[in-house]
Each structure stands twice: as C-alpha cells, then as structure tokens.
C-alpha cells in the first residue's frame, strides 16, 4: 500500500472539506442545518420566545466626547480595513507564489513569497491593534446600537474570536516554519498551513462582512428589528456574498499593490544589479497580481449595485444618482490613475526585453485610448452653474459635452479602458517569447477578431441603446458592454496559454534593466487604491443615510447626516497619510530584520 | 553605509513627496466638486389650528420633493413615471379601468393612496422589477421605513397630486391627531452651518425662495432683498414669519420653527448674505 502523503493528505483536506461545507450548508440539496430551526417553526413553537424590538437610541444615549464621534470611528475602522485587506490578501497571493515555485523548482519564487509574509506578519499585529480600539470605541461610542448588535449576532462574535486565534496560529507556522518545512514533502505541509491560513482568514473576513451588510440590508429580523431568523439567515442578507466577493478580489488587489510600493522602494534604493533585478521581478508580480485581480473588480461591484437596486432601488439611486453621485467623479480620477499607472509600468517595462520593439507601435494608440476614455469617464453630467454660466452654454448641459456625462458613455470609457489595459498586459507577456505552434497566425487572427468583436459591440450596445431607446434598455445593455470585455480577457489568457505554453524565449528578459521612473508607478497604485478604498469605504455606509441599521434602527446621534463629498475626501486622506506612515513603519521592519550589526572588533580591524 | 542610508533616505524624501502629491490632488477633486450634505430628516410639528388646504396642499408638494424622496425615481430620466408632468387625477381614472388594475380603490383619492401604500397593487407597464414580469413595484410602501410618512402626510401627497393640475380637492383636511412631519432640512440635527450659503441650504430656503438665482417660488423672491428689508426685519420675517406677510403670499406657508431650529450665528449669517442680494 502507497504511504500517504502530505500531497494526497492536502487533496483529501481540500475535497472533504469542500463537501463538508456544501453538505452542511444545504448547497448539495438536502435541508441546511443553519436553518435546521427555521424562524417560523420557532415563533410557533416557542411562544416564551419575546420578540425585542430594535431599540431606538435617543440623542442623549450617545456619549459626547468633544470631538465627532463618527470621525473616530471612521479613521479606526479604516485603518482596521486597511491592515486587514492586506494581511489577508498577502497569504492568498503568497501561497500561489509558493505553488509556482514548486512547480517550477525555482528558488526565487519561495524566496519572494517568503519576504512578501514578512510584510503581512508585522501589518497583522497592527490589524489586531486597531481592530481591539474599532471594538472599544464602538461599544464606548454607540453603546445602544452595539448592545442590539451583540443580542442579533450573538455568539457568532465568539466564533469570530476563535477564528481570530486560528488564523494566528497558522499564520505563524506558515510563517516561522518557512525554512524548517521548505522542500520534499514536507513543503506540501507547509502549503497546507497555507490553505488553512487562507481559509481561516477567509471566514473571518466573511463573519464580519455579515455586520456591515446587515446594517445596510437587515435579514432575520422583523419590520421593528425583533430577531426572528437563526444567525445563518441573519448572516445571509441580500448584499453579503456580493460584498464578499467584491472585498476578495479588492484584497488581492490592494495587497498586490502594497508589497509592489514595497518592491519599488527596494529598487530604487538597490545598490547592485543582483539586488535590482530581484525587486524588479518583484515589483513585477506584484504589479501583475493588482492589476490582474483589478480588472474584474468592476463587474464585482456591478453585481453588488444591481443586489443594491434589488432590495432598495432607493438606496442604489442614493449611491449612483442622488446625493452620493458627484463621488463617482472621484472614483473616475482614481481608476483612471491606476490604469494609467499600470499601463505606464507595463509600457516601461517593456525595455527588459528587445523583443517588444515590435509592439512599440501599439503603445501610443493604447495611450491615446485609455486618455480620451479617463476623460470621457470623468465629464460630469449636471453642473451647478450661475445664470450667466447657464446663458453662455446654452442650456443646462453643453451640448456636445453633456452626452458624454451619463451612464452609457462612461460604460464605453470603462470597458475599452479594461480591454486596453489587457492588451498592454497582453504585449508585455508576449515580448520575449515567439510562439512556435503550426497554427500561431490563426490564433493571432482569432484574438484580434475577438478584439474587433468585442470593441464594437460595446461601442454599439453604449451608443445604441444608451441614447435611442429607454432607460431599461439602458441598463440591460450594459451587461452585454461587461461580457464583451470579459471574453476578451478570458479568450486572451486561453489563446495565448495554448499559443505559448512551449514558446521559444527568443528574447529574454534582463530584470533590473528599467527607468527609475517606472518605479513610481509602483507608489501611484497603492496610493490611489488606498484612497479609493477609502472613498467607496464613505459611499457603502452612507447608502444607509441616517439610519445605523437601515429601516430598522435610526442614527440620532449630532452626525447622523450624509457628509459632503469634500470632507468625505479630507477624511479619507487623513486615514491614507496614516496608513502610509503606517506602511513605512512596516516596511522599516521588515527591513531591520535583514540587518546584522557588525561586532565592534570584527569592525575595527 | 553613511552613503547608502543618504541614498534610502533620498528615496524615502522622493517617493513619500510623489504620494504626498498624488493625496493632495485626490483631495482637491474632492473639494472642487459641489458640496452637498445629506441632511436626516427632523421632526416638526403641523399647527392642524392654523392649516388651509393651501398649505396642506404645499406641505403634501414638500413632502413629494423631501422626505417622501418621491423625485428621486419619478423625474424626466425614466426610472418611473414622471408624474410631475402627468395629470395624476386622469391618470388614476384610466387606471382603475384598466383590466390590469386588480386594486380594491373606487375612485381616484383611494386609488393615489393605494398606490402609496401598496405599489405592487398596479404596476405600470415596462416599469415593474426586474423579472417580476409588471407585477411587482421597485416603489418603496410608503407608510413603511425607511420613509414611514404618517396618513396624515399621506393625505397631503393626495391632495398636493390632486390640485397640481387644477383638480379637486377631495381628501379631507386634517382635524384630530397631530400630524408628525418631517423636513429634509437638518435643524438640531446636523453641526451649525459655517457659512451663509451653508445655512441656506442646510434648513432649504431655496425651496421656496428664489436665492442667488435659483430656489423656489412659493415665498417671495429674495434678489435684491435689502432695497426692501433691513437687518431687523429680516431677522424678523426669519424667526417670526407671519408676523408681516409678503403682498400676495398665504400667512402659515414658512415653517415657524427657525428661532428653535437656527443657531444665533446661523441666523446672523443668513441675514448678513441676504443683505447682499
């Protein structure tokens, strides 16, 4: 009989555990045991159950502190969002870097994945801290609202706890036991300390997204917030795997783009070529794991607004066309800057290899699409204008201009932006190789025909039906506009896995051999993710307008009123600078840890 | 190793300088832009004693406009019915002669309020939720959070869609319990306004007045106020508005409530930007 390996041991985890949760969950048919109890079935049957109503806080239940008590909350929570998107993300990215590197037998892959947990284990200690004063100054703060919060989830918060010492566990032996369990079989005991990090921490995000969901599209719970369902439905609102999924694939995103700053640093202040050419190639794949994990982002957050008009189309109209709209001004500048940054970085990174003098061509018309896009996507549609503004224009929209302010022309911007941003990330890959198969040149056709496809539908579907039918067709249209894309990235990662799996490197690439300048870009990404972070941070509580759980509890404490986009802004700058102080603070130890202080003799002779 | 902490020490001052830089223009899009607060809603009491038709009606057009955020779907952009521009009285006629109409209302004022507190009783055709095939209303119930508008505030939405178009008043004015309404304007509940401008918009006077070129017609037109009023009697038509009435404005129409609501530097900064008009 074969000895069990560490490697089968993992499959059979993974499987088991995979079944286990489906199984239990109700997913595989068969009745979920979260709902073994059901609401109903237990206001029948248990009439000593009393049904408490949410309470409803006064202004004089909210601690005065003499300073906003919303400010404090707003800059602990996001940094406490910040350090745990990051330490999060990092493993998952971390553990598919160790994967590649076991597959390819390449040292370096390990021993990049390696520095990049140094990073995660220092910003944890820091996510802990600023999640322990997020609970303090909660419960000090809004006492009402977090005893109504403890009664719903109950002891889900315990649960959260154990998943808390769980994942730091793992996360240490993943980390400590790097060396100790790196080759041979045990390195499969060390991925699967991997998984079991990821998946803990995984959990963990999903258990507390179900709070933030729950405050803005309540389940379980009567019309007056009387609790009635069992915690998996409470858990289970409208908005939660929609926010799972699009904090997920944020995460990875805003990871890769911080251990990138971190790479970046580490180039510039590079004294020899061998120590260049590490932070290049890692200040590559970690722009590579951004921006790969950024381009589906947006059809995350299209599922998560259409589950928003879903349950309240006052609510998505809040977001997207009242009060809130003029923020998506601002989150036009800041996707803009990415997709410019990362282009500018795929671009200058093309010098490591001669084999991308063929694509250079290419490189001004992506330029030229991605600007004209980011300044389409950023026309606003309705100006507040003074008479005489109103009289020289014409009207209250320019006439040319005021098209290009609405919905179906930014769906256009955005999706040829992300097709542009594919085909850049597409010429990069391509530079140093030349594909070999018989039937390269078809292939080459197919994609381009997909390209062609796929831009004029888009332009067509936007055009069309966004300026000659009616508003439904408006909407429906976009999601055409949003497969397009996607199959342009899912058929060019196919065509081009097939065309190169066993492609000649005809030109290889020489790392450490690109511009100092590129290596901001490497800082424009997290900077501008961070901030974004920040601002969809202000635009997904303050859907909830002035309630603390929406239709259920009502905020009256002095700032229970949506603030204004500048300050909004001011604030989240205030929490960016922090985090950036921050950062640098992490990046100093990771950094101490690789210093040895000579001893005095040994320097004096 | 002296030059090469020199050397880190330069990176840091550049990168830090490049982000730096990058915050601060993120920031000052932010603020360049219109700034808008999302005020909750307060409280305030309806003087049934001192209530016409005329402000039943013009508190059922404010509601419609405010709390009832009823033009954040029904506006000329398609969401929903525009039905500011639609004659609400024919149209509930021919509605409730539809075969589609599977609603109990008899006759017009119950059929409006059916269609408050009932939205999926008759959906209009194209604009039903998604997948519900017409059969099922994005329209919040109206009577429910997060709106909870009172019958009474019902009521004055009937009677506000009612007259619109010159029709008939049928809804009966309020008598009994004191109605609770709500205005969008902040009062107590928000941080004092820092500016004239800010007052203005945080308790809505451009609502009803016209204020540096744009607001509303029910009060009188504020350009060029200070050729008619001084500061005290703007102080006064603030805090005490019926006590002098513009020549062909109804008495009641301004809420009574600013002495109570407006901080006294509040007050001080809306008289001295009115003095500018």
Redesign the interface.
């Known amino acids: 009989m074969k000895p069990l390996t560490y490697r089968t041991l993992l499959l059979w985890v993974v499987a088991v555990a995979i079944f286990s949760v489906g199984y239990l969950g109700g997913d595989l048919g068969g009745d979920s045991i979260w709902n073994s109890a059901s609401a109903m079935e237990r206001l029948v049957e248990g009439e000593e159950i009393a049904l408490k109503p949410a309470p409803q806080p006064t202004r004089g239940d909210y601690p005065n502190i003499g300073v906003s008590s919303r400010a404090v909350v707003w800059v602990v929570a996001q940094m406490h969002l910040f350090f745990g998107a990051l330490v999060l993300a990092v493993p998952m990215f971390v553990v598919g870097i160790e994967i590649m590197g076991l597959k390819t037998g390449d040292d370096r892959y390990d021993d990049m994945a390696h520095e990049f947990m140094k990073i995660s284990l220092t910003a944890y200690s820091i996510t802990a801290l600023f999640g322990g004063t997020l609970a303090i100054a909660l419960f000090l703060l809004y006492p009402t609202f977090m005893d109504y919060m403890m009664g719903v989830f109950g002891a889900q918060m315990l649960v959260y706890a154990v998943l808390f010492f769980l994942e730091t566990f793992f996360l240490y032996t993943y980390y400590y036991g790097w060396d100790a369990l790196r080759y041979g079989n045990k390195k499969w005991l060390h991925l699967s300390l991997g998984l079991m990090l990821n998946g803990a921490g995984l959990t963990l995000m999903f258990v507390s997204n179900s709070w933030a969901t729950f405050m803005m599209a309540p389940s379980g719970i009567t019309?007056v917030g009387a609790v009635v369902g069992n915690i998996w439905e409470i858990m289970k609102g409208p908005l939660w795997n929609p926010v799972n999924l699009h904090r997920f694939i944020a995460n990875i995103a805003f990871g890769g783009a911080v251990v990138g700053?971190y790479a970046?640093?580490k180039f510039?202040?590079a004294?020899t070529p061998a120590e260049k050419a590490h932070y290049d190639w890692m200040g590559y794949t970690s722009n590579f794991i951004a921006i790969f994990a950024f381009l589906p982002l947006p059809f995350a957050g299209y599922w998560l607004m259409a589950e928003v008009?879903?349950y309240?189309?006052?609510m998505g109209?809040?977001a997207m066309?009242?009060?809130?709209a003029?923020l998506f001004?601002?989150q036009a500048?800041?996707i803009g800057?990415i997709l410019l940054a990362a282009n500018y970085y795929l671009w200058s990174g093309m010098s490591r290899t001669e084999g991308s003098k063929r694509y250079q061509g290419f490189i001004k018309w992506i330029a030229l699409t991605i600007v004209l896009c980011f300044l389409i996507w950023m026309t606003p549609h309705t100006l507040?204008l003074?008479?005489s503004e109103i009289a020289a224009l014409g009207g209250s929209h320019h006439h040319i201009l005021g098209p290009l302010g609405i919905m179906p022309a930014k769906n256009i911007a955005v999706n040829l932006m992300l097709i542009m941003t594919f085909l850049s990330f597409q010429l990069y890959r391509r530079s140093d190789k030349e594909a070999t198969v018989s039937w390269a040149s078809m292939g080459n056709a197919l994609l381009v025909a997909i390209y062609i496809a796929a831009i004029v539908n888009i332009i067509f579907a936007g055009v069309y039906y966004g300026y000659f039918t009616?508003?439904?067709y408006k909407v429906g249209s976009s999601v055409t506009q949003v497969v397009s894309t996607l199959i342009v990235i899912i058929s060019g990662v196919i065509i081009d896995g097939m065309m190169y799996k066993n492609a000649k490197v005809k030109y290889p690439a020489v790392w450490g051999r690109v511009t100092n300048r590129s290596q901001?870009a490497l800082?424009?990404l997290p900077?501008?993710f961070t901030?974004l972070m920040g601002l969809m941070g202000y635009v997904r509580s303050?859907v909830k307008?002035?309630?603390h759980i929406?239709?259920?509890m009502k905020?009256?404490s002095?700032?229970?009123?949506?603030?204004?986009?500048?300050?909004?802004?001011?604030m989240?700058?205030l929490v960016?600078?922090l985090f950036?102080i921050f950062v640098?603070f992490v990046f100093w130890v990771a950094n101490l840890s690789q210093q040895k202080q000579v001893k005095p003799q040994e320097a004096e002779a | 190793m002296m030059e090469?902490n020199r050397?880190?020490g330069n990176?840091?001052l550049?990168?830090?300088g490049?982000?730096?830089g990058?915050?601060?223009l993120?920031?000052m899009?932010?603020?360049i832009?219109?700034?808008?607060?999302?005020?909750?809603?307060v409280d305030s009491e309806v003087d049934l004693g001192a209530l016409t038709m005329d402000s039943f009606v013009s508190l059922g057009e404010e509601l419609f406009r405010g709390k009832g955020?009823c033009t954040?779907?029904h506006n000329n952009?398609?969401?929903a019915p525009d039905i500011l521009v639609m004659n609400m009285v024919d149209t509930s006629s021919e509605r409730l002669s539809d075969t589609r109409y599977q609603g109990g209302a008899a006759d017009v004022e119950a059929y409006l309020r059916e269609s408050m507190i009932d939205p999926s009783g008759y959906v209009v055709a194209?604009f039903g939720?998604?997948g519900s095939d017409d059969t099922e209303s994005?329209?919040?119930t109206v009577n429910?959070?997060?709106l909870n508008l009172s019958d009474i505030e019902i009521d004055a939405i009937i009677a506000f869609m009612q007259s619109k178009d010159g029709g008939e008043v049928t809804v009966a004015l309020p008598t009994e319990a004191p109605a609770v309404a709500e205005e969008s304007a902040?009062g107590g509940?928000?941080?004092p306004a820092e500016s004239g401008e800010a007052a203005i918009a945080k308790y809505g006077c451009s609502a009803c007045h016209l204020i540096s070129?744009s607001g509303g017609d029910l009060g009188p037109d504020l350009s060029g106020i200070a050729a008619r009023l001084d500061a005290q009697q703007l102080q006064q038509a603030i805090t005490e508005p019926n006590a002098v009435i513009a020549e062909g404005f109804a008495v009641g129409l301004m809420p009574t409530d600013f002495a109570n609501k407006m901080t006294v530097s509040e007050l001080k900064m809306v008289v001295d930007l009115l003095l500018k008009q």
């Open positions: 019309d700053a970046g640093f510039l202040a004294r008009y879903a309240s189309q006052q109209i809040t066309g009242g009060i809130l003029w001004i601002v500048v800041l800057t507040l003074s008479a009616n508003t439904v901001y800082f424009a900077v501008a901030w303050s307008t002035h309630w929406y239709t259920v905020d009256n002095p700032d229970n009123y949506i603030p204004a986009i500048g300050y909004a802004g001011n989240v700058t960016t600078v950036l640098l | 090469r050397q880190r990176v840091l550049s990168t830090l490049f982000s730096l990058l915050i601060l993120f920031t899009v932010a603020n832009l219109p700034q808008v607060e999302g005020e909750a809603p955020t954040l779907c952009l398609g969401r194209s939720k998604k994005p329209m919040p429910k959070a997060p902040a509940g928000a941080a070129g």
